[in-house]
């Protein structure tokens, strides 16, 4: 599938979840499909004034020839270049962080700038493993992001690149809460590494090495990450060997069958499925390779995973008659970074399969992953542009458009004006390692760094001892017991809930949702107290929001939109 399919795809499924949202229903947005979208848009490149004639997927840029220019922040042809010299440090050490540049357009300035302005300007750098920086930029006015995950304050700033001057900048990042001395580190699951690409038998356009990615991965403030790579474990060597005090390499695989993709964390085994011939492909056969396989690895002492179950394609996508089997997982990812969290997406379909299993008694600990492919995170950049075009060619053409692809236009058009901006905040916000994380709970060890281990981390993730999130802090406690825990008889007597809310966030929150199974039982508009450099929206709610028996799980959601929130696991009742 192309990213401009899947793209599309995504962009259709969540009209269809704005609507079910609204209650309402529209048989052309239900009856749309990505491909005809694409045929659409090239109709429109083709004959339409202003457009560009490209006739077949030859003309089309080739995956080894993707535009650079937002990878090194350099366009083709640029001589007009500027040296920028950046160092993050934290305590007066130097700490590697996430720095992001965005080149201000005409009327733009530092007082008035808004990421969601129609196009995608960001360029993702990091810094070092020692916290310095040093790279070139085109001329031109820049805001500048600097950040590092959930516990960090995030620092803004304006720079002007002249050519052939060099720009110092100083940043210390002050870390307003250490929640690993409270057992907590956060790590991405799920990350794909040039062991994924052609070079080593892989089929993903890949080309970062370990060690880039777990730069990336301390940049973001993650304490452990999983390497994931399909189809070998060659990188498994060099990623161990990354581990630092303040960093643990997990080792991984993302196992590609004709149904799914399963994650065999912590196996050094290459555990294979044996995908059959077409004439040997039963339910029977497929079913038994699945129970082999997670054998395999929980025989090894590893952890298996369910991969993004509602995925887009089906040969990676978990298949729906098998659903009575999933008990044989471990853990489901419910939250990957390749799309949002919206209505309508992968990711809410995956939410609502948790559910199912839970209503059905099966608690399958969630999980995120970031799947991240690119960590320069420019996936968007020319594809948003040329959405964009399109749309000015629909402005332009409206009337020779509509006749001929009425459908085409409706549902373009509503993708334009509903979905591209949030869709645009969420590229510029949370792709890239460690954009979407999960906090483990793995007790604190007597010494700093101690109690990081691959079992622990694997303990906490099958035990739900976790909460996922691109953005704020959510630890819950309910009658005492944290996500991954279940009520005593003692604990529900009279029907009452204890409450504890601990949430903090570098960015504003509106919202808390105390969720079941079957759903939002309360929903609470949130107040913060703003002080050194985050929101503190912590409380404690007594009053009982669910009604004995028909709730068996309890979890909480915290957001303001789709690109800050976090979803603990349930607390089970």
């Not at 509602?310 to 990676?316: F, G, K, P, S």
């Not at 509106?510 to 508009?525: A, H, W």
Request: charged residues 25%; proline residues 4%.
């Amino acid at each position: 599938m192309s990213k401009e399919t899947k793209f599309l795809s995504i962009a259709i499924g969540l009209l269809q979840g704005q609507l079910r949202e609204k209650g309402q229903s529209d048989p052309i947005v239900d009856g749309m499909d990505a491909e005809r979208l694409v045929n659409f848009i090239r109709y429109a490149k083709v004959v339409c004034p202003g457009g560009k004639a490209r006739t077949n997927e030859v003309d089309y840029p080739a995956p080894n020839k993707r535009n650079r220019f937002h990878r090194n922040g350099i366009p083709e042809n640029c001589t007009e270049l500027g040296d920028v010299f950046i160092e993050t440090t934290c305590k007066g050490l130097g700490t590697p962080s996430q720095v992001k540049f965005f080149k201000l357009l005409e009327g733009e300035n530092f007082e008035n700038f808004d990421r969601v302005n129609g196009k995608i300007t960001m360029i993702r750098d990091i810094t070092g493993f020692d916290g310095t920086l040093h790279r070139y930029l085109p001329e031109g006015r820049y805001f500048i992001e600097v950040s590092k995950g959930s516990e960090y304050e995030i620092i803004t700033d304006s720079i002007e690149v002249k050519k052939d001057t060099l720009e110092k900048r100083y940043y210390e990042l002050n870390r307003f809460i250490d929640l690993e001395k409270m057992g907590w580190i956060a790590g991405d699951n799920h990350h794909h590494s040039i062991y994924s690409s052609p070079a080593f038998g892989g089929d993903d356009d890949v080309v970062e090495s370990p060690q880039d990615i777990a730069n990336s991965m301390m940049a973001m403030g993650l304490g452990y990450g999983a390497l994931s790579d399909h189809h070998n474990i060659l990188g498994h060597k060099a990623w161990q060997a990354l581990k630092r005090e303040d960093f643990l390499p997990v080792i991984s695989k993302e196992i590609s069958t004709s149904n799914g993709h399963v994650m065999a964390m912590g196996v050094d085994t290459d555990v294979i499925y044996n995908i059959p011939e077409q004439k040997d492909r039963t339910d029977e056969y497929l079913r038994s390779e699945f129970v082999r396989i997670t054998n395999i690895i929980k025989d090894k002492g590893g952890l298996a995973q369910i991969n993004h179950p509602r995925d887009l394609q089906r040969a990676i996508s978990w298949n729906p008659a098998f659903n009575d089997m999933l008990d044989i997982f471990e853990t489901m990812e419910i939250w990957n970074g390749s799309n949002p969290m919206l209505p309508g997406s992968t990711n809410d379909l995956a939410r609502n399969l948790w559910h199912e299993c839970m209503k059905k008694g099966l608690f399958l600990p969630a999980t995120t992953g970031s799947d991240t492919h690119n960590i320069c995170a420019d996936d968007y950049h020319v594809l948003y542009d040329e959405i964009l075009d399109t749309r000015d060619l629909i402005q332009l053409n409206t009337q020779e458009l509509s006749s001929k692809y009425p459908e085409e236009v409706k549902v373009y058009t509503l993708i334009c004006e509903s979905l591209l901006p949030i869709l645009e905040k969420w590229a510029e916000t949370n792709l890239t390692s460690g954009g979407v994380r999960t906090y483990v709970n793995i007790g604190i060890g007597s010494e700093h760094g101690k109690a990081r281990t691959p079992q622990k981390v694997m303990d906490a993730l099958r035990c739900g001892h976790s909460f996922l999130t691109n953005g704020p802090i959510l630890l819950t406690t309910v009658n005492g017991k944290r996500p991954g825990e279940k009520l005593g008889d003692e604990d529900k007597e009279d029907n009452k809930l204890d409450i504890k809310i601990k949430l903090y966030s570098n960015r504003p929150l509106s919202k808390l949702q105390i969720c079941t199974e079957n759903g939002v039982v309360k929903e609470i508009i949130l107040k913060a107290t703003e002080e050194n450099g985050h929101y503190d929206y912590s409380c404690r709610l007594t009053e009982n929001p669910l009604e004995y028996p028909h709730d068996h799980y309890i979890y909480f959601v915290a957001m303001d939109d789709c690109t800050n929130m976090a979803i603990t696991n349930p607390v089970c009742m």
